[in-house]
């Protein structure tokens, strides 16, 4: 039943639209769902949406979406989960949602971070939805791996699984400080046995980046993962120019990982 404080700021039929989107629990409406529960015209619809819009009753998320929050929510709204977003935008989906997103989905940091990283295909943009800021970054083909899906509440989402998200943070580790960090955040995972390492292994030996490739390498080194279930990796950069972490060429030629080990190169 919608309210009667409710009533005094809707009309009829959008009193009618709003109880029953509530009855329907819907979070996320689209055209489509305008016109298969209401028996309106195109043009009284775009009249019902402009309405219920500027109500704060719905909230654009991309042309034809909206995120639905009825008048008893509150002036904040009820929210919509962060992860339910992407899908909207990637029908196809070759996208996945990482970085540090993910840092903290996994446990890797307890930090709480602003933006939500959405990897794709297609798309490069910024975008400020629903209250949350989302940044839509273009990548190859060749990194669209180690992705999973899970649930939420009955959406599938495209994620990117624990061991592909440990490569992202070394590779994209401002959000938690720095590479020093990544590189103590990673080791501790992988000495305490809190992944999958051939798993791990195994994709950091596909991703582009040479100079992730051979600081995972050194790492897994350092924790003592034996040669044979190290050999994937080592074959992947044996044939790679000498690389220095920090651009120095000064330290000594470690020859497994073809990098020019120094003080900086954690």
Known sequence: MTPKNTLKILGPIETNIVARLTYEKKTIVTTEDF???????????KQVVF???????LTPIKHGVYAFSPLEAGPEGTGV????????????KNYYV???????????????????????????????????????IRIPQSRMYGIERIKVKDTEINI????RTLIDLLYFNKPVGGITIAVEIFTEIVKNNKCDIKKLIKYAS??????TRKRIGLIFEGA???????RPLVKSVEKTAV?????????????????????SRK
Do not use: H
């Open 206 to 211: 596909s991703f582009p980046n040479i100079t």
């Open 243 to 263: 690389s220095s972490f920090d651009g120095s060429r000064k330290g000594t030629l470690n020859k497994k990982w073809r990098v020019i080990i120094n003080d």
């Open 81 to 92: 989960d962060e992860l339910l977003i992407p899908p909207l935008f990637f029908p196809k």
């Open 35 to 45: 016109d298969s529960l209401f028996n309106l015209s195109p043009n009284n619809r």
């Open 224 to 230: 003592g993962i034996t040669e044979n279930i190290l």
């Open 51 to 57: 309405r219920l819009k500027k109500k704060k009753i």
């Open 160 to 163: 990117s699984s624990k061991e």
């Open 98 to 136: 990482g970085y540090s997103t993910m840092f903290n989905y996994y446990g890797f940091t307890e930090q709480l971070f602003q933006t939500v990283y959405v990897l794709n295909t297609t798309k490069r943009m910024e975008r400020t939805i629903c209250g949350l800021s989302y940044k839509f």
